[in-house]
């Protein structure tokens, strides 16, 4: 069995950490907040990226930021700095599209073969194995990855070429926000008009309405549990970003998307940047006129 690396195991790098671990795999890599857990799990942790690319044939890059992301291969005992070819990267963090292409050509003029792999759903939805996976690179190198990313998820799709993953990320985060936000305004209609909110998300989740957004977040809504946050306006902001250059660079009319995107604003500024999205309903109370 292959060992795979893993450099940025965080909230959504540890489950997968932890499913490639369940799956067999000797897994090596460099946790910090989560040392302890991803030991626990019985993963290895090593002392830098160097010494994680010197042990795993396959390393998959999970790293919030693009600066974290250019640290990691250009640091002290940095990626590119080590002198070892020949490996397979799977770059699974979203960043700007430019980013992301300069990266991976660094990466390939390096002696490395790389495939982009943009996860679709919470780092929860990873940890239970009900995520999908959009998937950008040379086709035989998927082929030859295809055993670790069923690790991840069961459910893959090959896109096309790098950078393709991130176009269909985008567009499956811009579905995430508006129908989080019709949830939303579901749940508060349904308050309005005289419903227990619990009784409102049992019956829409059995009916012609429901959405996968809705069956997550409208019981989120309804207990008011929006911390700890599976999913949080923090991380949605950059998604939000991306998507809106894709609508400008592809020419789209994005109406709901353009509908949706002030409510998240909004919630930023008000300080809620840490919440999950589900507490956006609170914005949609807020609008509500006197009966």
């Known amino acids: 069995m292959e060992t795979v690396g893993i450099i940025g195991i965080g ?16 897994v090596v890599g460099l946790p910090r907040s989560t040392h302890a857990s991803f030991s626990a799990a019985g993963g290895t942790a090593l002392s830098s990226p160097a010494a994680v690319l010197a042990e795993a044939d396959i390393v998959l890059l999970c790293l919030p930021v693009e ?45 490395h073969e790389v495939l ?45 070429a790098f950078g393709a993953a991130l176009n ?11 129908h989080t936000l019709a949830a939303a305004e579901a749940l508060n209609m349904g308050a309005r008009a005289g419903f227990d909110p619990r009784v409102v ?42 998507a809106t250059e894709l609508v400008a660079d592809t020419g789209s009319a994005s109406p709901l998307l353009s509908a949706s995107i002030p409510y998240y604003r909004k919630a930023i500024a008000q300080g809620l940047t840490d919440l999950d999205i589900s507490a956006v309903i609170t914005l949609i109370e807020k609008e509500n006129s006197q009966p």
């Open 11 to 26: 909230q959504l790098g540890l489950p997968i950490a932890i499913n490639l671990i369940n799956a067999g795999y000797r």
């Open 201 to 242: 998300v049992d019956a829409i989740s059995q009916s012609a309405g429901a959405s996968t957004m809705f069956k997550i977040r409208a019981p989120m809504m309804a207990d008011r549990q929006f911390s700890p946050a599976p999913g949080p306006f923090s991380t949605l902001e950059k998604y939000l970003d991306l």
């Open 168 to 178: 269909m990320k985008l567009i499956a985060n811009a579905l995430l926000a508006i």
């Open 67 to 111: 600066a974290a992301q250019l640290d990691v291969l250009d640091g002290d005992q940095g990626l590119l700095r080590s002198g070892i070819r020949d490996k397979v990267f799977i770059e699974l963090s979203t960043y700007r599209r430019d980013f992301k292409l300069e990266q991976a050509r660094r990466l390939t003029e390096a002696g």
């Open 116 to 160: 982009e792999c943009e996860v679709s759903g919470s780092p929860s939805m990873v940890a239970r194995h009900q995520a999908s996976l959009f998937i950008g690179g040379p086709q035989a190198l998927y082929q030859r990855c295809h055993a670790v990313l069923d690790a991840l998820a069961p459910t893959h799709f090959h896109l096309g």
